[in-house]
């Protein structure tokens, strides 16, 4: 069990991540292939591991699969705060990791399990190996992650609106309380489902809760206490062509023909509401290109957008919701 332990403080910065997190989505994925999960991610793995070989990109996945392994602890440097802001952001800040860090933590994961050789020279700081493995993982997540995206981020969304709700009807404590049962609040003490006992103390630091498609059994907590704190935690996915990344893809590839692909991207991805900058974030595109979508998609009556404070929140109109879901007769609310 992993205890979480807050101060009053701690409860005043307690935030959801505004989006799947790509180094966090990347690792959680390749864990994911290395082992059994749902039964609704048995496609996603063989198509996975189909791209994987017919890319070359199996190398590159086994050198990222040694270096995060489904295990109770593989090094925090792998997924560095700066992910949260993008797969770019993420790896920038990786390949910058210190030597003294890496050292560190890799003496911690040889303790568990026996590394490849390889992993010698990434411990000694030579910075040729860590660009090897940054660029594996870019590598990997391009093959078996990115194709996924849209649905990733939409159904990320989607938890983050039931998170908001919570919390608007309850607190924070509302906002803890609904990640029940993989998480128990019993103040001023989170407890989280861990196969190992741990305590962490926030000491004011706070909490980022970083929801994640490709998390499916307990959540995951850095292993360095010192670290800014984030708890990853899985997503409820009803099993269906919605929410499956394999059940989408005839739906994607119909509207691509339509819109073309990233406006099709775009479009599914506005479902759960963004704002452009959260768009460009969710789908790896610049600002301006969201924004240049997003434009198209309002004038042909798809996409409107609300101003709340300083900022523009897009979400579908009825005809938006329709053509996304194939149904020109959706009923409205009753």
């Not at 741990?198 to 004011?204: A, C, V």
């Amino acid at each position: 069990m992993l205890r979480l332990h807050f101060t009053d403080a701690d409860l005043a910065k307690v935030w959801v991540a505004s989006g799947p997190d790509p180094l966090w989505e990347t690792v959680l994925g390749m864990q994911l292939l290395s082992r059994h999960g749902p039964r609704s991610f048995g496609e996603w793995r063989r198509r996975a591991r189909t791209e994987l070989q017919r890319k070359g990109a199996d190398g590159p996945a086994r050198l990222v699969g040694a270096a995060a392994p489904p295990a109770s602890y593989f090094p925090d440097f792998l997924t560095p705060a700066e992910g949260g802001h993008g797969l770019s952001a993420g790896l920038d800040a990786l390949r910058a990791t210190p030597s003294a860090r890496l050292r560190r933590e890799l003496a911690l994961t040889a303790r568990a399990r026996r590394l490849p050789r390889w992993f010698a020279g990434l411990a000694a700081g030579e910075r040729s190996h860590l660009d090897e493995l940054t660029d594996a993982i870019r590598r990997v997540h391009d093959t078996v992650i990115r194709p996924d995206w849209t649905c990733v981020a939409a159904t990320v969304q989607a938890d983050r609106m039931v998170r908001a709700r919570a919390l608007c009807d309850g607190g924070v404590a509302g906002l803890l309380e609904s990640l029940r049962p993989a998480l128990d609040w019993r103040p001023p003490t989170l407890y989280v489902r861990y196969p190992e006992g741990r305590d962490i103390h926030l000491d004011g630091r706070g909490l980022c809760l970083i929801p994640s498609f490709f998390c499916h059994s307990s959540p995951v907590a850095l292993a360095d206490p010192t670290l800014p704190q984030v708890l990853v935690y899985p997503i409820a996915r009803t099993e269906g062509p919605d929410v499956s990344p394999v059940g989408a893809d005839r739906r994607r590839r119909q509207l691509a023909g339509l819109l073309g692909r990233t406006r099709a991207r775009v479009l599914t991805a506005l479902q759960n509401s963004a704002t452009t900058g959260e768009l460009a974030r969710m789908l790896h595109i610049s600002a301006a290109s969201a924004s240049e979508h997003v434009r198209a998609l309002r004038e042909a009556g798809l996409v409107h957008g609300n101003r709340v404070g300083g900022r523009v929140i897009h979400s579908l109109t009825p005809l938006g919701t329709a053509l996304l879901h194939g149904d020109p007769q959706r009923p409205g609310p009753a």
